[in-house]
């Protein structure tokens, strides 16, 4: 498809549990954002990669939080012994070009989240 | 440090009249707001923005307002419409942020029939 797609959509854990979440952006976004957004709140950013390279991870609540994108396409964000609080919609979103060059914030996409539940 | 608050959660709406939502910021640092569209089950989709060198943006239906020394904006919604029925968020961005985005807590319109 043409949009950002994410898998699992839908992802139960037990607690301690590790988890992958994956997303596919747009072919060619340069960038990618994941947020996390717990119920009844807005997105909340975690982390931020331009290419391959791993710009910006001040969001990440804690060392359990890892995110890697090896190719500069395919991104996976893993959390290791998971928690109850980790439970939220996480989502991802990629824009065209370096933020740095244009101004394109117009075109960062999302996509539907994968929705973690930790039991 | 919740920087973007969007301070009504719920709104309804009769269908045709018009749809305010406000949203408030904190950082002066943000030069660039947005607002998305989000129905159940799906990412959010990009509706309408405004430059800090703007006051007013229109595309159709939506427009935007932005008073830059009460760090306010809102999106009004002429005439509301049943498809407008939606959770929209209000989000700010600027370069020195690498164009990340904070967003408010969201506004559940319902547009009533």
Known sequence: GAGVSQS??????????DVALRCDPISGHVSL???????????EFLTYFQNEAQLDKSGLPSDRFFAERPEGSVSTLKIQRTQQEDSAVYL???IRLNPGLAVSYNEQFFGPGTRLTVL | DQQVKQN?????????????????YTNSMFDYFLWYKKYPAEGPTFLISISSIKDKNEDGRFTVFLN??????????VPSQ????AVYFCAATSPS????????AGTTVTVRA
């Open chain 1, 33 to 43: 954002f994941w947020y996390q957004q717990a119920l009844g709140q807005g997105p």
């Open chain 2, 82 to 85: 049943p498809g407008d029925s």
């Open chain 1, 92 to 94: 991802c979103a990629s």
């Open chain 2, 97 to 104: 942020n690498d164009y990340k985005l904070s967003f408010g």
């Open chain 2, 68 to 77: 830059k020394s009460a760090k306010h904006l809102s999106l009004h919604i």
């Open chain 2, 8 to 24: 009504s959660p719920s709104l309804s709406v009769q269908e045709g009249r018009i749809s305010i939502l406000n949203c408030d």
């Open chain 1, 8 to 17: 699992p959509r839908y992802k139960v854990a037990k607690r301690g549990q």
